[in-house]
């Protein structure tokens, strides 16, 4: 999961679907990088 940190603090950060579209849409968004690895 992504994480951001506030005042020192890691917080964990959620997206549901509709969300990740919406802001790809709103922003013009026409590429996405994902990166996978395993350990």
């Known amino acids: 999961m992504p994480y951001k940190v506030s005042h020192g603090k890691a917080i964990q950060v959620t997206y549901s679907p509709d969300e990740v579209f919406a802001r790809?849409?709103?922003?013009?968004?026409?590429?996405?990088?994902?990166q996978f690895t395993g350990l």
């Open 24 to 34: 790809i849409q709103h922003e013009g968004i026409q590429f996405i990088d994902l």
